[in-house]
């Protein structure tokens, strides 16, 4: 059973400090990896994608991805309380060509 | 932008009744899937698309049965809906060369 791992939290950062969020991943020969935002009550928001090893930077925002180590991570810089939602880490099953989604983290960003 | 749409915001049913959930999506892409999200569960697959006419069953198929007639449409049917199929229903789009997916608005559905 392929499976996406994430701390469901919640995380709790102050406004303006560094939101880490991780995920670990147990198919080894996954290509793609994405991190999707959800607000309460809203669907899923594509918000980066990466597929290479490193660092990947868009914004305020920076996924790092480990292939040896199988995580996946998210940065959120200088975090605002419209942060404030669950983030759904998802990776490809080259297999079946469909994305494993994780549980989700909930993340609070307290003014 | 890619822009999925689907039918409803929010839907409420009576055990038993026939309930047909629409999206649709404008940017030619040739899969599509339907996923629903439960509280403690995550999003799970129902069924997907990889085009026209063909439908594969996700994990959780039991219940729901699927149409895609056109390119840009999927339907996801429940035939004889249940108090457990209540759940916001999610769709989702892709083009067939890539992993990225794009999700419609989603369907609150209750079952009564």
């Known amino acids: 059973q392929k499976e996406v791992e994430q701390n469901s939290g919640p995380l709790s950062v102050p406004e303006g400090a560094i939101a880490s969020l991780n995920c670990t991943y147990s198919?080894?020969?996954?290509?793609?990896f994405f991190w999707y935002r959800q607000y309460s009550g809203k669907s899923p928001e594509l918000i980066m994608s990466i597929y290479s090893n490193g660092d990947k930077e868009d914004g305020r925002f920076t996924a790092q991805l480990n292939k040896a180590s199988q995580y996946v991570s998210l940065l959120i810089r200088d975090s605002q309380p419209s942060d404030s939602a669950t983030y759904l880490c998802?990776?490809?099953?080259?297999?079946?060509?469909?994305?494993?989604f994780g549980q989700g983290t909930t993340l609070q960003v307290k003014p | 932008d890619v822009k999925v749409t689907q039918s409803s915001r929010y839907l409420v049913k009576r055990t038993g009744e026939k309930v047909f959930l629409e999206c649709v999506q404008d940017m030619d892409h040739e899969n599509m899937f339907w996923y629903r999200q439960d509280p403690g569960l995550g999003l799970r697959l129902i069924y997907f698309?990889?085009?026209?006419?063909?439908?594969e069953k996700g994990d959780i198929p039991e219940g729901y049965s699927v149409s895609r007639e056109k390119k840009e449409r999927f339907s996801l049917i429940l035939e004889s809906a249940s108090t457990n199929q209540t759940s916001m229903y999610l769709c989702a789009s892709r083009t067939g060369g890539s992993d990225e997916q794009f999700f419609g608005p989603g369907t609150r559905l209750t079952v009564l």
């Open positions: 698309s990889y085009d026209v006419k063909m439908k």
């Open positions: 998802a990776v490809n099953d080259l297999d079946t060509g469909k994305l494993i």
């Open positions: 198919d080894r020969v996954s290509q793609s």
